[in-house]
């Protein structure tokens, strides 16, 4: 990718990673390394780097809360899960992203 498709893909991932996360947690609790690898393999985060001072922002901001477990009594993990607030959160990103997915989606049509 060069610089220019590398610096937009950057700016859209930033844009829309908090709900990916959230879309994620709706599914299921997740721990830190697990939502970092989730989220690496779809190529929407570059580092756990990026994602933990965002974990920590949606803790503060009441879309996630947290709890430590230790699973199978090894070493114990945070584990982030949706709240109500997280939930609505997504719910209005998902219209917004279908109403304007399709427009941006029909402007750029057979541009590539």
Same mark, same amino acid.
């Given at each position: 990718? +060069? ?25 299921? +609790? ?7 690898? *989730?989220?690496?393999?779809?190529? *929407?985060?570059? &580092?756990?780097?990026? *994602?933990?001072?965002? *974990?920590? $922002?949606?803790?503060?901001? =009441? ?9 199978? =009594?090894? $070493?114990? $993990? ?5 709240? +109500? ?13 279908? &109403?304007?997915?399709?427009?941006? +989606? ?7």
């Amino acid at each position: 990718m +060069d610089e220019t498709a590398e610096r937009i893909a950057t700016n859209i991932r930033k844009g829309v990673l908090e709900y990916c996360v959230l879309a994620l947690l709706a599914d299921r +609790d997740m721990y830190g390394l697990e939502l970092a690898n *989730l989220l690496g393999e779809r190529q *929407l985060t570059a &580092s756990e780097g990026s *994602l933990y001072p965002l *974990l920590a $922002r949606m803790r503060e901001s =009441g879309s996630v809360d947290t709890r430590w477990e230790s699973p199978g =009594g090894g $070493r114990p $993990r945070r584990y982030y899960a949706i709240t +109500d607030r997280g939930r609505v959160q997504l719910e209005t990103f998902t219209a917004v992203w279908r &109403s304007i997915g399709p427009q941006v +989606d029909e402007l750029v049509k057979g541009r590539a």
